[in-house]
Antibody, heavy 119, light 105 residues
Framework: VQLVESGGGLVQPGKSLKLSCSAS????????MHWIRQAPGKGLDWVAY???????VYADAVKGRFTISSDNAKNTLYLQLNSLKSEDTAIYYC??????????????WGQGVMVTVSS | TVLTQSPALAVSPGERITISCKAS??????VHWYQQKPGQQPKLLIY???NLASGVPARFSGSGSGTDFTLTIDPVEADDTATYFC?????????FGAGTNLELK
């Protein structure tokens, strides 16, 4: 299993960014996928989940601003970040659900991509 | 659900250590443990309280149910220097504990 994130960078408050996570080594379409973030020097915060039936679930802190999606033909997970705030500054990890049908735990993680929101 | 983890530990190689994770309400056995070394992504160690993840050494074990959970490392090795996080998936959105820093003397 390999997960590789991309698309991070420095962005001004209020602007948008789109993260990608390229997956390989497993049947992407059969697993739910997550985005989890970690502010510098802080703990882990779950951000969003998309089921293998493309049903999304969001943390309250990002609901209405972030959109999770996936493209099974490209084996790629996305996170569209809109209306960014300074408190969204973090490393963003994509992770695979430990069980194909649930949100339980995260059995494989990407290396992460840094998003910095600053003017 | 708030998860409260034990504070930082400094131990010597060869010791047996336990890291606690207390939930503010029952989470059944839906607690999972991760190890994060500096500059790396987290790695799953234990899932559903007591199940060892693939490829994880048998020195790691987990126990607990309801509100009290424990991660045990026996014996601790120098390579175990890391932050350990617990996570629950029983109540509402997934939540994590603040992490426990383990330092080897």
């Amino acid at each position: 299993v390999q997960l590789v994130e991309s698309g991070g960078g420095l962005v001004q408050p209020g602007k948008s960014l789109k993260l990608s996570c390229s997956a390989s080594g497993f049947t992407f379409s059969t697993y739910g996928m997550h985005w989890i973030r970690q502010a510098p020097g802080k703990g882990l915060d779950w951000v969003a989940y998309i089921s293998n039936r493309n049903i999304p679930v969001y943390a309250d802190a990002v609901k209405g601003r972030f959109t999770i999606s996936s493209d099974n033909a490209k084996n790629t997970l996305y996170l569209q970040l809109n209306s960014l705030k300074s408190e969204d500054t973090a490393i963003y990890y994509c992770a695979r659900s430990g069980t194909p049908m649930g949100m339980d735990y995260f059995d494989n993680w990407g290396q992460g991509v840094m998003v910095t929101v600053s003017s | 659900t708030v998860l409260t983890q034990s504070p930082a530990l400094a131990v010597s190689p060869g010791e047996r250590i336990t890291i606690s994770c207390k939930a503010s309400e029952s989470v059944s056995t839906r607690v999972h443990w991760y190890q994060q070394k500096p500059g790396q992504q987290p790695k799953l160690l234990i899932y559903k309280a007591s199940n060892l993840a693939s490829g994880v050494p048998a020195r790691f074990s987990g126990s607990g149910s309801g509100t009290d959970f424990t991660l045990t490392i026996d014996p601790v090795e120098a390579d175990d220097t890391a932050t350990y996080f617990c996570q629950q998936s029983w109540n509402g959105p997934n939540t994590f504990g603040a992490g426990t820093n383990l330092e080897l003397k």
